[in-house]
């Protein structure tokens, strides 16, 4: 959990960077790391990973800022209506056992940020050396190595979860014929009754004088 938990507090601060200093940044950090492990005590569960995820993630979702955010801001000395400011639109942070991964806007591109290697999955990590704060802040982050696609309506959701959606498979449907064509088919199929039952009438014939013939 702690692993996970500075992933998260560090990538917040490095989107914090330019607008806080150096002293209550860190004081922030330690602060958020704190009341995370706090909330998180009794909702972390690394043989359910998925259990949870709602209450885990931290969002600054439709003008609202996470408690979380607002109790490490207090206990850091920061104004709540500055770091809310600071802080980007419509912005999600989901911290799971094993992974830490964001979204910016309601229909954004999902971001790993963090996955263990361990749990024999395939793992993509943004460079931290990187600096994708800029775009971020500006609502369109720019795309690193590993995306999920796809549009979560509600912040909650954690992405981790779209790999316990049973795959649907694709049904195709034929329309039925339109009225013209059924008309087609019909007079195509009486023509070939009226052709059948003709030949069939010339082969009787033919038999009948055969057997008078005889």
Known sequence: MHIEIVQAAEFLCRLLQTKLDPDPLSKFKDRLIEVLKSRYADHWDTTQPYRGNAYRAISNFSGVMDDALLAAAKNADIDAKLLHSYLPRDFVLWIDPFSVAYRVGDH???????????????????????????????????????????????????????????????????????????????????????????????????????????
């Open 108 to 214: 954004g591109n999902i971001m790993t940020l963090f996955e263990d290697r361990s749990r024999g999955r395939i793992t993509f990590k943004v460079d931290p050396a990187s600096n994708h704060t800029e775009s971020i802040m500006n609502g369109s982050p720019a795309l690193p190595t590993s995306v999920i696609n796809g549009a979560f309506k509600s912040p909650v959701n954690s992405p981790r979860l779209a790999h316990l959606q049973p795959r649907s498979n694709a049904v195709r449907i034929t329309p039925p014929n339109s009225p013209e064509k059924n008309d087609l088919t019909t007079k195509k199929s009486r023509g070939q009754s009226q052709t059948s039952q003709q030949q069939t009438g010339a082969q009787e014939q033919q038999s009948q004088q055969l057997v008078l013939a005889n």
